[in-house]
């Protein structure tokens, strides 16, 4: 198994540039999150999904589109980007919502100039 | 929603000693309480949980305590080694009817000085 993968794993954009994340997972896991993780500020929920063809805003949605047409994929969409979504973004999925342990990939570094 | 507060924000420790590492929650609902190690570079992994009907868990040198009434809860390393070097992420949800997605506190870079 290969657990929870993420594409691209580096980016650099200009600001106002658009991008998609792409994050997988072969677990069968019903639910799947997006975070992203800035110095001092820990792990923050993006945007995140209870099942296919659900979606849901977590801490700090704005700036960001989500995605989930299949169970194991879970897409995070940056219309315009701007150079404060400048971080590491992690993909993550469990299979009980919250309560149990969450599976993170490996993380997505993007950059915006 | 939930508030989760983690301190220290560094620690240092020297190799064998003991290192602990405290967060506070502002739910009184929440009822799990996951901690995560992130060495550098790496992606965060579970390394224990405690649910809100137990006081205590330990796996091998590591504990976790959990105080309901004063809501916070706590990360215990004993004999430290180089490899505990890492940041580590507290965090709390309260689940059932309408639950909440986790909330992390924001981190505790620990260095085992050898």
């Known amino acids: 198994n290969a657990g929870v993968t993420q594409t691209p794993k580096f980016r650099v954009l200009k600001t106002g540039q658009s991008m998609t994340l792409l994050c997988a997972q072969d677990?069968?896991?019903?639910?799947m999150y997006w975070y992203r993780q800035d110095p001092g500020m820990g792990l923050r929920l993006i945007h995140y999904s209870v099942g296919e063809g659900t979606t849901a805003k977590g801490e700090v949605p704005d700036g960001y589109n989500v995605s989930r047409l299949k169970k194991q994929n879970f897409l995070l969409g940056l219309e315009s980007a701007a150079p404060s979504q400048t971080s590491v973004y992690f993909c993550?999925?469990?299979?009980?919502?919250?309560?149990?342990?969450?599976?993170f990939g490996p993380g997505t570094r993007l950059t915006v100039l | 929603g939930e508030n989760v507060e983690q301190h220290p924000s560094t620690l240092s420790v020297q190799e064998g000693d003991s290192a602990v590492i405290k967060c506070t929650y502002s739910?009184?609902?929440?009822?799990?309480f996951p901690w995560y190690k992130q060495e550098l570079g790496k992606r965060p992994q579970l390394i224990i949980d405690i649910r809100s009907n137990v006081g205590e868990k330990k796996d091998q040198r590591i504990a976790v305590t959990l105080n309901k009434t004063a809501k916070h809860f706590s990360l215990h390393i004993t004999e430290t080694q180089p490899e505990d070097s890492a940041v580590y992420f507290c965090a709390a949800t309260s689940p059932g009817v309408g639950n909440t997605p986790l909330v992390f506190g924001k981190g505790t870079r620990l260095s085992v000085i050898a």
């Open positions: 993550a999925s469990s299979p009980i919502f919250s309560t149990d342990t969450q599976y």
């Open positions: 677990m069968n896991h019903e639910y």
């Open positions: 739910d009184s609902a929440s009822n799990y």
